[in-house]
Nanobody, 126 residues
Framework: QVQLEESGGGLVQAGGSLRLSCVAS????????MGWFRQAPGKDREFVAG????????VYIDSVQGRFTISRDIARNTLDLQMNALIPEDTAVYYC???????????????????WGRGTLVTVSS
């Protein structure tokens, strides 16, 4: 049974850093696209950063490129998101999600993700 559980959210001032972690159980890291998404109040859920099982390096949305770093630790079954230089626009609930369809090089889309964590709230004050 697949379970995803996020942690690490909180309140931080603009310019600060947070590290989110997602513990993933019941998954085969060799054939799953894992990503971080976020949803701000009144907005649609959006992709933030991801790692594809087919390789090719990390993928980021433009607004976090150079500030956020996604990584995975297979031994610990975790997917982490290091967030630096946070800005108020980063305020959102952050979700860890997995796409298990094994389609090579599939783009990250909230509609295509099979499993979701409950989310962790990140609040960036100005």
């Amino acid at each position: 049974q697949v379970q995803l559980e996020e942690s690490g959210g909180g309140l931080v001032q603009a310019g600060g850093s947070l590290r989110l972690s997602c513990v993933a159980s019941g998954i085969d890291w060799n054939y799953v696209n894992m990503g971080w998404f976020r949803q701000a109040p009144g907005k649609d859920r959006e992709f933030v950063a991801g790692l594809k099982w087919s390789g090719g390096g990390a993928v980021y949305i433009d607004s976090v490129q150079g500030r956020f770093t996604i990584s995975r630790d297979i031994a610990r079954n975790t997917l982490d998101l290091q967030m630096n230089a946070l800005i108020p626009e980063d305020t959102a609930v952050y979700y860890c999600a997995g796409d298990f369809t094994r389609i090579r090089d599939r783009p990250f889309n909230p509609r295509d993700m099979d499993y979701w964590g409950r989310g962790t709230l990140v609040t960036v004050s100005s």
